[in-house]
């Protein structure tokens, strides 16, 4: 009996200094986080891609098309047509780098798996994964919500030549009637024809030429998203952000893993991305069962312009959509990535189930960081 005794007080003092460990080390990272010392942790590893696709011409024949780029460019005359001619880009074009993100070893110690969070984040058409803006808006969104992220480098890198010609027989000639993009590259297509549909076309040989490139990636994506299942962080604690084409590519990613795997992430967030078309048929969104919670910001583009493509994303079945947009045009702001929208970001994942419950806080959040953005901005000069 007395060897018992002994014993149990013996294990109860090893308890009492275990748990006074824990909570020393608890102590300690949250007094790096609220100081602001603890840092994120970064790695790059080498991708590549064996694609070498040929070019397009689906935009020739799109008269809407063409008097766009007449009024953005303010040509004297509208283009006979607008042909898009991609070719392999500068040495090292097949290759990049993936970032990859993670807190520090101290706070993954604090927090169990299943209270971390993962994100991949992509980028827009012709950027890269260390995009200033989306790379500082990651760090600042695990350091509110500790665990592990993923920036993906879209492949391959094209030159990629937009000839505007005022007869068929110009030649090309770059900065007068061609415009050369060196290392453009995307996740997927933008072909947007005139009408605007809601679902992409996808005989259209544009969306043929982008099909084994966006395969490609959304396999490169659905790896990253199993590496952080097998590190233990639940489905509902994976996001997936875009900015610009890759917000298209975000959704592309999470409505195609319900749809095939049912696997049910956390939810989709983009950041004003125009070519929703191209996330998924109607055959796939009708499949939605439980809905999908997606945040979709638009702000770069007055409502005018803005109009179609949201009425599309409104309307697809099987998404619990929060769609925060500006109303005027006034309220236009430059087409990036803003660290005043991250308040909205936070409150919109930390929203539990169908994120419906912070709906009002969320959008308050979205009016506020608006106001921050418009204020920041230089004054618009009038002539």
């Known amino acids: 009996q007395a060897i018992s005794s002994r014993s149990f007080f013996l294990n109860l003092g090893e308890n009492r200094m275990h748990l006074s460990s824990a909570m020393a080390r608890i102590f300690t990272a949250a007094s790096c986080i609220i100081t602001g010392m603890a840092d994120i942790v970064e790695h790059r590893f080498p991708v590549h891609t064996p694609l070498n696709p040929k070019g397009y011409t689906d935009r020739n024949a799109d008269a809407s098309y063409r008097q766009r780029f007449q009024k953005e460019l303010g040509l004297p005359y509208e283009p006979v047509f607008v042909d898009t001619i991609l070719s392999s880009g500068s040495e090292g074009w097949k290759d990049g780098e993936d970032i990859m993100l993670e807190s520090t070893a101290l706070e993954l110690s604090v927090f169990m798996p299943k209270q971390q969070h993962a994100f991949i984040f992509l980028h827009g058409a012709g950027m890269t994964s260390d995009f200033p803006t989306m790379l500082n808006f990651t760090r600042q969104l695990l350091k509110e919500l500790p665990g592990y992220a993923v920036l993906p480098q879209a492949l391959p890198k094209f030159n990629n030549t937009m000839f505007y010609p005022k007869t068929p027989q110009d030649p090309i000639l770059p900065g007068v009637n061609a415009a050369v993009v060196p290392g453009y590259c995307s996740w997927t297509s933008s072909y947007r024809p005139s009408p605007y549909s809601c679902y992409a076309d996808p005989s259209a040989s544009e969306n043929q030429f982008w099909l084994p490139i966006t395969h490609e990636h959304q396999k490169r994506f659905r790896g990253h998203v199993h590496m952080f299942l097998n590190k233990g962080i639940p489905p509902e604690n994976i996001f997936v952000l875009g900015f610009s084409v890759g917000?298209?590519?975000?959704?592309?990613?999470?409505?195609?893993?319900?749809?095939?795997?049912?696997?049910?992430?956390?939810?989709?967030?983009?950041?004003?991305?125009?070519?929703?078309?191209?996330?998924?048929?109607?055959?796939?969104?009708?499949?939605?069962?439980?809905?999908?919670?997606?945040?979709?910001?638009?702000?770069?583009?007055?409502?005018?312009?803005?109009?179609a493509w949201t009425s599309c994303l409104t309307s697809y079945s099987g998404l619990n959509l929060q769609l925060k947009k500006i109303n005027s045009e006034k309220d236009v702001i430059p087409h990036d990535i803003y660290l005043e929208l991250l308040e909205t970001t936070l409150l919109w994942i930390q929203a539990p189930g169908d994120k419906k419950a912070e709906a009002q806080q969320v959008e308050a959040a979205w009016q506020k960081g608006l106001e921050d953005i418009l204020a920041k901005l230089p004054p618009t000069i009038v002539i």
């Open 247 to 307: 917000a298209v590519a975000a959704q592309q990613l999470i409505v195609g893993l319900a749809v095939e795997e049912n696997l049910h992430l956390g939810g989709g967030i983009g950041f004003d991305g125009a070519d929703v078309d191209q996330i998924a048929s109607a055959a796939a969104f009708a499949q939605l069962s439980p809905y999908l919670p997606i945040l979709y910001f638009q702000y770069s583009e007055p409502p005018s312009m803005s109009e």
